[in-house]
T-cell receptor, first 116, second 113 residues
Framework: DTGVSQDPRHKITKRGQNVTFRCDPI?????LYWYRQTLGQGPEFLTY????????KSRLLSDRFSAERPKGSFSTLEIQRTEQGDSAMYLC??????????????FGPGTRLLVL | AQSVTQPDIHITVSEGASLELRCNYS??????LFWYVQSPGQGLQLLLK??????LVQGIKGFEAEFKRSQSSFNLRKPSVHWSDAAEYFC???????????FGAGTTVTVRA
């Protein structure tokens, strides 16, 4: 059994460059979430997908951020024209939506982004 | 909207001593409550969760938590800590009409020999 995986684990980029992160959820999970965690803080919600549909986006997700989940499997998070304030850990989580129970989100190891 | 407060930023405890981490939530209805642990540079691992039923829940690694509706609290406890318990601990709350989790700022636990 594999859990949630994320790639890359670390990314260093220069301000103004574009970066893309990938998340592979647990195989049968239909919901996928992206969170951002800055130093000394808890994770903050960015967006989530049910299957391939993006159902909610946080105000934190500026126009420079875009997320996709083609075919309802893996997801990508792209940041265009990166800024130093984008430096953070980007966490992906997945869950299985079942009608009778609020689902548990399982997290990946995260992608740590440093913008120079 | 729901929110979580973890009053203690940092706790130091001796190995073998007991540990209690505080968590207070704000939400008008019955919350869904979670404790996650994060080791340095790693993702979040679920320790335990409360959805309904028995207010004392058992989790992995010998942790337990108690839901107290009257105090809006969900404190995490462990009777005897091990050096490997040194990590950052996050309390999170979910709402019945919302799928995202709201996290506290976390409590860093240091274990001294």
């Amino acid at each position: 059994d594999t859990g949630v995986s994320q790639d890359p684990r670390h990314k260093i980029t220069k301000r103004g460059q574009n970066v893309t992160f990938r998340c592979d959820p647990i195989s049968e999970h239909n919901r996928l979430y992206w969170y951002r965690q800055t130093l000394g803080q808890g994770p903050e919600f960015l967006t989530y997908f049910q299957n391939e549909a993006q159902l909610e986006k946080s105000r934190l997700l500026s126009d420079r951020f875009s997320a996709e989940r083609p075919k309802g499997s893996f997801s990508t998070l792209e940041i265009q024209r990166t800024e130093q304030g984008d430096s953070a850990m980007y966490l992906c989580a997945s869950s299985l939506n079942e009608e009778r129970e609020w689902e548990t989100q399982y997290f990946g190891p995260g992608t740590r982004l440093l913008v120079l | 909207a729901q929110s979580v407060t973890q009053p203690d930023i940092h706790i130091t405890v001796s190995e073998g001593a007991s540990l209690e981490l505080r968590c207070n939530y704000s939400y008008g209805a019955t919350p869904y409550l979670f404790w996650y642990v994060q080791s340095p540079g790693q993702g979040l691992q679920l320790l335990l969760k409360y959805f309904s039923g028995d207010t004392l829940v058992q989790g992995i690694k010998g942790f337990e938590a108690e839901f107290k509706r009257s105090q809006s609290s969900f404190n995490l406890r462990k009777p005897s800590v091990h050096w490997s318990d040194a990590a950052e601990y996050f309390c999170a709350v979910g709402a019945s009409d919302d799928y995202k989790l709201s996290f506290g700022a976390g409590t860093t636990v240091t274990v001294r020999a």
